[in-house]
């Protein structure tokens, strides 16, 4: 009798563990080796697991052990990315098995079809051949053509050796060329045939126009392009290119990080300060920081670039632990906007009552800046308002009563959204849980017919746009006006072709967008976001106000004004506003930091959330408060690691749920991660998966949360 096979096999489940499999390998021809993607027997049904360990031997009764039913017609996952998995499996405490299964798309999940796969790898190569028209060189910006500064830029990048691991911040206001920087960068590193390339970009907007400008660079280099939108078919092909090492350049968002890379030689995270990159369900992991852990793992380099870098790569760049590189100058030559904060307490800012120019409903914005509109549109530029809310208004009230469209499932209101398109009818919708009402035509508690919608978003802004400048062509670009990646590229290419003279939107035309013509950019609300219970939001909305800055005056030429931009605010004085006007991202990230400091926050400290939901927020909270009480009494609270008390979430209540966290803080890594471990173990022992047995509470671990 030969020896016989035993492999583990980890699944898509919240359990610590793989589970042991005989390998018959006649039946699957040939022998198990570490990353095999396998189909199992798991209780009455089959599931996809990977191979994390082949041995002869199993701490199981070898008869007792079920067969491994199939393998997938794909080489092993390389052993750097299962380096990668493991780590984000310890790091971010999710088991092996759930960390890895959802990162392999649907396509290799389905076993049945795993015998036609290979026809439809050719077939697809094969339309590729015939497809492959010449590609544009529009764009391109060759080493010869870069400025001083950038060159300077590149040549710092160059005199980093291949085959160490180095960070590198590069960062530079919008449009002082980074893209371009970091694609000859990358020209580089491709010239090695075998050699892969991992860009990440933080939104599936951004990558349709940023795909063009990396096809013109590296033309006959085969590119494959990783996010949620792209159809699960091409998706899998993609993934399936990148894990054998057939595509050099692997484009994607955050879910790209984690894709196999056999040959990966660099990396590129543009805008690493966004918080798209933070994946905010299952494994709550931050594609940035896994990407660095990548990287320094591979000892190859990589690149983070930013107009407004996060303050924890400011900091590790000002500490020296990273590399700083820095562009000073926008690359076409024109100057920064010119901000004006609009004082909106100011009298004089607004319309009187007797003002001849009064439009004839309440103006939604100031009289300064329907002025600077005007002459923005006769100058023939355009115009972009970027207001944070979209639908029409936030909430719907009675003004006879006290009743407000509260939704009946969270603690939030529901948001009136205006009829569109379709023949769509006027409705209220919950943003939390997605809940969608017809609007009342009474009010429900009193039966008054006069109900009034409070505060202003997209649409009512656009409304009013329309009606102030009635010639202008206005075009709003919100997640309601573009459901699909694809409708919102032709909403941006409308832009850039100059059919619009006043774009209103959320911040999806905040981000890297390349527009030509913007001479002025107007942000309304923008205090809503600056008193939050979150920390970080001030950073969010600063970095925000200098990339929405950055769309003004892009393509003016050097000495001629870059564009304004006009901010309507209670507070002007407040620091993020003050540095805003003086567009001294350094003074106020040094500023930032000094506060975290002095309050002992991250990047100072590490922080981890323990999330509860349940039926309601006392059992959830008391959930919480027997953790605390499990971590007293085993001596894991000390000065190093603090345990603050349960609160309930900004939003408490979502779609029926009451939700509560509990924040763990420490100024080590080495203290938290044990901290978690403990507290996994402790809440596993009473839970099936990740729900209590007993009042069936659901939590979650998550580390380095950027929601507070
Ligand atoms: P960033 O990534 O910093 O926003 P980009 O690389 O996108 O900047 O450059 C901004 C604009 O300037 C683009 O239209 C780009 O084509 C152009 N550009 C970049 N570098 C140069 C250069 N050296 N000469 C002329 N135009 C340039
Ligand atoms: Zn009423
Ligand atoms: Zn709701």
Redesign the pocket.
């Known amino acids: 009798m030969p020896p016989p096979i035993v492999v583990q096999v980890v699944v898509d489940k919240p359990l610590p563990q793989g589970f042991d499999y005989l390998w018959d390998k006649e039946v699957l021809g040939g022998l198990p080796e570490i990353g095999v993607i396998v189909e199992v027997p798991f209780g009455r049904s089959a599931l996809i697991g990977m191979v994390i360990k082949v041995s002869a031997h199993s701490d199981y009764e070898l008869d007792k052990l079920k067969l491994v039913s199939r393998v997938a017609p794909l080489p092993p996952l390389d052993a750097s990315v299962l380096r990668l998995m493991n780590f984000a499996s310890q790091y971010y405490i999710h088991a092996l098995g759930e960390t890895i299964i959802p990162t392999i798309p649907q396509m290799w999940k389905k076993a049945d079809n795993w015998e036609k796969i290979p026809k439809k790898i050719v077939a697809n190569e094969e339309k590729k051949k015939i497809k492959n028209t010449p590609v544009s060189r529009e764009g391109l910006i060759d080493e010869a053509q870069l400025n001083e500064c950038q060159k300077n830029a590149l040549e710092t990048l160059h005199s980093c050796s291949k085959s160490k691991f180095k960070a590198i911040l590069l960062q530079g206001q919008t449009g002082s060329g980074k893209t371009a920087v970091f694609l000859n960068w990358l020209s580089g590193v491709l010239q090695d045939p075998g050699a892969q390339v991992l860009l990440l970009v933080p939104e599936i907007n951004l990558t349709p126009q940023l795909e063009r400008r990396v096809r013109a660079y590296f033309p006959d280099k085969k590119m494959v392009v990783l996010h949620s939108g792209v159809s699960e078919k091409v998706r899998g092909l993609a993934w399936h290119d990148a894990m054998t090492g057939a595509a050099q350049i692997i484009l994607g968002t955050r879910l790209a990080a984690l894709t196999p890379l056999p040959n990966l030689r660099a990396i590129v995270v543009d805008e690493e300060h966004d918080a798209s990159y933070k994946q905010q369900d299952g494994i709550r992991y931050s594609a940035r920081d896994l990407a660095i852990w990548r990287a320094h793992d591979l000892k190859i380099p990589i690149l983070l670039a930013s107009a407004t870098p996060s303050l924890e790569t400011w900091v590790a760049a000002k500490a020296g632990r990273y590399e700083h590189i820095r562009l000073d100058q926008r690359a076409q030559g024109a100057s920064l906007p010119k901000v004006h904060l609009i004082n909106t307490r100011d009298p004089q800012s607004q319309f009187s009552p007797g003002d001849a120019e009064s439009p004839k409903t309440k103006s939604l914005i100031t009289k300064t800046l329907v002025h600077a509109v005007s002459r923005n549109l006769e100058s023939r530029q355009q115009s972009l308002v970027l207001i944070n809310r979209r639908g029409y208004a936030p909430v719907l009230s009675c003004g006879a009563c006290s009743w407000l469209s509260k ?1 009946q ?2 603690s ?1 209101y529901m948001v009136v959204h205006k009829a569109g398109a379709l023949g769509r009818k006027s409705t209220m919708s ?1 943003h ?2 997605g ?1 969608v009402k017809t609007i009342p035509s009474h009010c429900p508690d009193c039966g008054n017919a006069d109900l009034k919608t409070l505060g202003q978003g997209t649409q009512k802004v656009e409304d009013f746009i329309e009606m102030t400048w009635p010639n202008a062509r206005v075009l709003r670009v919100d997640t309601d006006s573009s459901r699909k990646s694809k409708d919102a590229e032709e909403l941006f290419q409308e832009i850039h072709e100059g059919n619009v003279d006043i774009v209103v939107g959320t911040q999806m035309i905040a981000k890297g967008h390349d527009y030509q013509n913007i001479g002025l950019v107007a942000v309304l609300d923008a205090d809503s976001r600056l008193f939050s219970q979150d920390f970080r939001a001030a950073e969010r909305l600063f970095a925000q106000l200098v990339q929405v800055a950055g769309r003004a005056g892009r393509s003016n030429k050097e000495g001629e004004a870059g564009g304004v931009i006009y901010i309507e605010t209670q507070f002007p004085e407040a620091a993020v506003y003050q540095y805003l006007l003086r567009h001294d991202v350094d003074g106020f990230l040094s500023f930032t930091a000094n506060e975290r400091k002095e309050a002992g926050l991250p990047p100072f400290t590490y922080q981890a959330l323990v999330h509860a939901e349940a039926k309601n927020l006392d059992k959830a909270t008391q959930f919480l408060n027997l953790l605390k009480d499990h971590l007293k009494s085993h001596n894991h609270i000390s000065r190093s690691l603090r345990v603050y008390d349960p609160v309930p979430k900004a939003v408490m209540r ?2 029926g749920s009451e939700r509560a966290q509990l924040l763990v803080e420490s100024d080590d890594r080495k203290f938290l991660q044990e901290a978690l471990e403990e507290i996994d173990r402790y809440l596993r022992e009473q839970s099936q998966g990740r729900i209590s047995k007993v009042g069936r509470i659901r939590w979650l671990i998550e580390r380095d949360p950027i929601l507070i």
């Open positions: 939704c499932q969270c939030s919950c939390h849980c809940l979502v779609a």
